[in-house]
């Protein structure tokens, strides 16, 4: 039986891998919901197949999915992807899934953070919530892995990265920001980190590219390509909007020492040219409680969302001028991977990317 463990990761010799360390499985959430997908999240499930089919390339996928799209999702799914019915309230599984920690000893337990769909009733993106708070705890059952609670402690996956040698990067945008945890500090804040994650050190980015959707998560920023080396944004567009941001970024990442007393080897990686903008909006239901999605406006894509699976990597492509480059820059940071583009703007019209609806189950 699955159980909730009362302590916390660090006391009990557990920490969270890099995303390059070998992994079990990969977990994803069906797409459906009307008011977040336009044409009732039909467009988006075929985004979602391509991506599934090509990470089962490297690594088994579980597909969660609400009981009135079950028999749907299991039509268009291949075969080799596991099709589970659970409910969700949206297909974010990267922030309401659990994030997974292991032992030295092969035992893998799930850390269940809060989850308040980025931002609870300050400025969160949808309500309820109620069934994506159930998710982690779905799958550690499933799994028959036990886990952690941070009751009090609201964070999602996306929000930080770490490097599986004690040090995490973040951003101050998101961690800090009014909707998540008001009641700590930054260093009660960093305090939780370490104590969950076990972690030494805590490497803070100013900001994310997505203020209004995320707040700024760093995943759309900023990754390890593996210990000692990270991957950060960039571009040399004063204009682009991400500028701000990745230059800020690169210059904490560039100061920054971590754990092992490591000075970070920082590559620098694409952004799209030309700004992807959310199509087809009038197929997007309006509903209150819902951040509206609206014809025209910039939808965050950042090629660096891209997911480490096992020697693949799964890399957005948006049809743009600087999809090429992200692939051979891709291909230079990871040469001993296979970099697989697929197209996923359907994802980013609904506010993220591949590693936004990923979440690994690193092997035990
Ligand atoms: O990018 C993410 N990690 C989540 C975005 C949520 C968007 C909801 N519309």
């Given at each position: 039986m699955a159980k909730r463990i009362n302590s916390t990761p660090k006391a009990d010799n557990f920490r969270m891998p890099g995303e390059y360390e070998p992994q079990e499985k990969i977990w994803m959430l069906w797409p459906e919901r009307p008011d977040n997908w336009r044409d009732g999240g039909k467009p988006a499930q075929k985004a979602f197949v391509r991506i599934a089919e090509a990470i089962s390339r490297f690594a088994p996928v579980t597909m969660g999915v609400n009981r009135g799209q079950f028999a749907n999702a299991r039509n268009m799914l291949p075969a080799e992807v596991r099709v589970v019915e659970m409910s969700n309230d949206d297909s974010w599984i990267r922030d309401c899934g659990p994030s997974f920690v292991v032992n030295d000893k092969g035992e893998v337990r799930g850390v269940d953070w809060d989850f308040n769909a980025w931002g609870g009733l300050v400025d969160g993106l949808y309500f309820p919530w109620d069934q994506d708070e159930l998710v982690a705890r779905k799958v550690c059952e499933i799994e028959n892995v036990d886990s952690y609670k941070t009751s009090g402690f609201v964070l999602e996956g996306g929000a930080f990265h770490v490097d599986g040698e004690g040090t995490l990067i973040t951003t101050e945008m998101c961690l800090l920001s009014e909707g998540r945890n008001p009641h700590l500090t930054k260093s009660e804040i960093e305090q939780y980190l370490k104590d969950y994650l076990n972690l030494e050190t805590i490497i803070w980015l100013?900001?994310?590219?997505d203020p209004d959707e995320t707040n700024g998560h760093v995943d759309d920023v900023a990754c390890f390509a593996r210990p000692g080396e990270v991957v950060c944004i960039w571009t040399e567009d004063t204009a682009h909007p991400y500028y701000e941001a990745a230059q800020k970024a690169y210059k904490a990442l560039s100061e920054a020492v971590d754990a092992k007393g490591r000075k970070l080897k920082v590559h620098k990686f694409a952004v799209p040219k030309k700004m992807v903008c959310i199509k087809g909006a009038d197929g997007i239901d309006y509903v209150e409680g819902t951040i509206p999605r609206e014809e025209g406006e910039m939808a965050i894509a950042s090629y660096l969302n891209f997911l480490i699976v096992n020697g693949g990597i799964i890399l957005p492509q948006f049809g743009d001028e600087n999809d090429e480059l992200a692939m051979e820059q891709a291909k230079a940071i990871f040469p001993d991977y296979e970099v697989v583009g697929v197209r996923s703007e359907e994802v980013a019209y609904g506010g993220g990317n591949i590693h936004c609806i990923t979440q690994q189950q690193p092997k035990g």
């Amino acid at each position: 039986m699955a159980k909730r463990i009362n302590s916390t990761p660090k006391a009990d010799n557990f920490r969270m891998p890099g995303e390059y360390e070998p992994q079990e499985k990969i977990w994803m959430l069906w797409p459906e919901r009307p008011d977040n997908w336009r044409d009732g999240g039909k467009p988006a499930q075929k985004a979602f197949v391509r991506i599934a089919e090509a990470i089962s390339r490297f690594a088994p996928v579980t597909m969660g999915v609400n009981r009135g799209q079950f028999a749907n999702a299991r039509n268009m799914l291949p075969a080799e992807v596991r099709v589970v019915e659970m409910s969700n309230d949206d297909s974010w599984i990267r922030d309401c899934g659990p994030s997974f920690v292991v032992n030295d000893k092969g035992e893998v337990r799930g850390v269940d953070w809060d989850f308040n769909a980025w931002g609870g009733l300050v400025d969160g993106l949808y309500f309820p919530w109620d069934q994506d708070e159930l998710v982690a705890r779905k799958v550690c059952e499933i799994e028959n892995v036990d886990s952690y609670k941070t009751s009090g402690f609201v964070l999602e996956g996306g929000a930080f990265h770490v490097d599986g040698e004690g040090t995490l990067i973040t951003t101050e945008m998101c961690l800090l920001s009014e909707g998540r945890n008001p009641h700590l500090t930054k260093s009660e804040i960093e305090q939780y980190l370490k104590d969950y994650l076990n972690l030494e050190t805590i490497i803070w980015l100013p900001d994310g590219i997505d203020p209004d959707e995320t707040n700024g998560h760093v995943d759309d920023v900023a990754c390890f390509a593996r210990p000692g080396e990270v991957v950060c944004i960039w571009t040399e567009d004063t204009a682009h909007p991400y500028y701000e941001a990745a230059q800020k970024a690169y210059k904490a990442l560039s100061e920054a020492v971590d754990a092992k007393g490591r000075k970070l080897k920082v590559h620098k990686f694409a952004v799209p040219k030309k700004m992807v903008c959310i199509k087809g909006a009038d197929g997007i239901d309006y509903v209150e409680g819902t951040i509206p999605r609206e014809e025209g406006e910039m939808a965050i894509a950042s090629y660096l969302n891209f997911l480490i699976v096992n020697g693949g990597i799964i890399l957005p492509q948006f049809g743009d001028e600087n999809d090429e480059l992200a692939m051979e820059q891709a291909k230079a940071i990871f040469p001993d991977y296979e970099v697989v583009g697929v197209r996923s703007e359907e994802v980013a019209y609904g506010g993220g990317n591949i590693h936004c609806i990923t979440q690994q189950q690193p092997k035990g």
